[in-house]
């Protein structure tokens, strides 16, 4: 799982390009997430645990989805 504050991990035609390719690897991109630079201050250097609860809708490429992270 890729998970960022913005979003995509690319911009412009670069976008879908960059969805496809995760999507082909098994990498979930999980866009628009908020506060992560309190859960980095909060995490530090320890490892946490991202359980992710996306809505169950066939057919769509992206969903809203529930994140939330466990520390250690």
Same mark, same amino acid.
């Given at each position: 799982?890729? %998970? $960022? ?8 035609? !670069?976008?879908?390009? #960059?969805?496809?390719?995760?999507? +082909?690897? %098994? $990498? ?8 992560? !630079?309190?859960?980095? #201050?909060?995490?530090?250097?320890? +490892?946490?645990? $991202? ?22």
């Amino acid at each position: 799982m890729i %998970g $960022v504050d913005r979003s995509g991990v690319r911009n412009g035609t !670069d976008h879908p390009k #960059a969805d496809t390719y995760c999507a +082909d690897h %098994g $990498v979930f991109v999980v866009e628009n997430l908020i506060n992560l !630079d309190k859960l980095r #201050a909060e995490a530090g250097d320890n +490892d946490f645990v $991202v359980h992710l609860y996306p809505w169950n809708v066939k057919d769509f490429t992206g969903v809203p989805s529930r994140v939330i992270a466990e520390l250690a």
